[in-house]
């Protein structure tokens, strides 16, 4: 469904002297900046998948999806959607994807959002019986149907975001890109729109792409994951074989009844953070080395209270940003 291959974007721009000097100088020598937002980026997703695409900001991500939905054209490489150049913007094509941006609305802000909806119709030339149809099944599996006759202004940011979903997917597309479609909302407004989408991608079995900076979204839809770093593509792969990237570890938190020193030896040789002026530490330990490093901490200092959990993704993922050369063991 969606193939891309040594897909490139690079942008020129030219250095310039400060002062009037420098703009003469600029006129006849100037210095050109190339900056390779993604570079040489291959990857695969097939139809029906879900697949999450990461990064730290200033990746490439995000210029990485306005080239897969046509709205920029590659420096270089090849890119095919359903069988299409997104560049070329053929009607055919715009009818077969969709493009949910958390921080963007295509709902017009002074009109109801059934006044939207019907523009959308008469531009995806939708079918009527389809149209009512699509309404109808969204809007009760989101919940939304008495907010159809509202002025989008005057709704919730959980409500629009909702609505802006509906929006994106009447015409039925194959492929559907979500850029932080969570971004913003609260934890309830978070899980419900999590819900939606597994249930409505269950029924219609359509290619989704993720970007989302809460690692919730991406446990939630994505089986699969790229990792995008420096433009380049990083991690290609299951998302479980993530969690095992640093080994069988743990991470375990125990408070004190006082302020620790953090700066002791026995500290400083070990994986941990401090927190709440020192009273409080979270250590990533191996499983082997649990017993023994608890027992000794449990000994040495006025502990107060301790728990373990399995290695949350989220520090995983801030892991491998920080060192990307773990990935070189997947």
């Known amino acids: 469904m969606i193939e891309t291959n040594g897909l490139t974007k690079k942008f020129v721009s030219y250095k310039k002297e400060e002062g009037f000097k420098g703009s ?27 697949k999450g695409l990461l990064g730290p900001n200033g990746a490439g991500k995000t210029t990485l999806m306005k ?20 560049w070329q913007r053929d009607k055919e094509f715009r009818k077969k994807i969709a493009l949910v941006m958390g921080q963007k609305s295509q709902l017009w ?7 939207s909806f019907k523009l959308l119709q008469k531009y995806y030339e939708i079918p009527d019986d ?13 919940d939304v149907t008495e907010l ?62 993720l970007t989302s900076h809460y690692m919730a979204d991406v446990q939630a839809l994505c089986k699969d994951l790229v990792l995008i770093s420096k433009g380049q593509k990083a991690y290609d792969g299951p998302l479980k074989n993530l969690e095992r990237i640093l080994g069988d570890k ?15 030896e026995f500290w400083t040789k070990l994986d941990c953070d401090f927190f709440d002026h020192n009273t409080s530490v979270e250590l990533r330990v191996d499983k082997e080395e649990l017993s023994q490093l608890s027992s000794a901490i449990l000994s040495k200092y006025p502990v107060i209270d301790f728990h373990t959990e399995k290695l949350p993704i989220e520090k995983v993922m801030k892991k491998i940003m920080a060192n990307p050369e773990i990935l070189s063991n997947v």
Do not use: C
Not at 109 to 115: F, L, S
């Open 24 to 50: 003469v100088k600029s006129f006849f020598n100037r210095s050109p900046i190339t900056k390779y937002a993604v570079k040489d980026f291959s990857f695969k997703v097939e139809k029906g998948e879900i």
């Open 67 to 86: 080239m897969l939905t046509g709205i920029i054209v590659p420096s270089d490489g090849e890119v095919s959607i359903a069988g299409y150049k997104p």
């Open 109 to 115: 802000w002074d009109i109801p959002a059934m006044d």
């Open 130 to 142: 389809m149209f009512k149809k699509k309404l109808g099944y969204m809007g009760e599996l989101l």
């Open 148 to 209: 159809f006759h509202i002025h989008v202004r005057k709704l919730s940011l959980g409500e629009r975001m909702k609505l802006e979903l509906m929006a994106s997917l009447l015409h039925e597309p194959e492929v559907l890109f979500l850029d932080e479609p969570t971004i913003g909302l609260d934890l309830v407004a978070q899980e419900n729109m999590r819900n939606f989408l597994k249930e409505y991608h269950a029924k219609n079995d359509l290619s989704i792409i």
């Open 250 to 264: 743990k991470s375990v938190y125990f408070s004190f009844d006082k302020s620790i020193d953090s700066n002791e």
